[in-house]
């Protein structure tokens, strides 16, 4: 399998670049500065794109069969607009070349109302200090429901990540849903490569957000 990975020099995007190549996957790794890229592979490449702009890259996509996105951005009181501006460009470039997989990395806890189910101290501390974050993020899965419903693509949400080695424990999938009920509120980010990768090739996760946890 071609694969596309955008914010592949990021903590989570490393470990997807790196289990990609271990089944023996072709990488293109999208990035903004390629020096941050500290894998190298035969079965690599590495391309210095602007997120934002889908003619830096959209050729780039062609021959590829998905594109993964581990994208982050930092909070900003003023309000976060990153994930839907580069989404917006990520979807017409595949629709220029006629691809339709694409999985995403988002979070728990991108529904407003799902947020008073967390507990009380990830309520009163770490959400409303990345509240713009997790709005935005919704905001991105709103508009693929809405308006790209002619792609195929897989919003993962997991809990907090860890840089912790991979839990080899079953990964909990609830589809559709902002959270997973009773499960741990941390996972590993090898484990959140994992499945975005196993999910790339699972029918009944298109179209869908699902919440993921151990």
Known sequence: MKVVIFGATGQTGMHLVQQ??????QVTAMVRNPAKMTIQ???????????????????????????????????????VTGYTSATK??????RANEMKRFVACHSWYTEEKSRGEAPWYLRWTLIPMIKTVLNN??????WLDSEAKDID?????PPGLTNSAMDEGEIKVSVDEFHVAGASARTPRANVAKFMLECAGKDEYKGKGVAIAL
């Open 137 to 142: 993020m919704r905001e991105t899965e709103v």
């Open 20 to 25: 990609a190549l271990d089944r023996g996957h």
């Open 89 to 94: 460009a990520i979807v017409e470039a595949m």
């Open 41 to 79: 592979n035969e079965n690599l490449t590495t391309e210095s794109v602007d997120i934002f702009d889908k003619e830096s890259f959209s050729s780039k996509l062609s021959g590829h069969d998905v594109v993964f996105s581990c994208l982050g951005f930092p909070t900003d009181k003023n309000g």
């Open 153 to 157: 693509y897989t919003v993962v949400r």
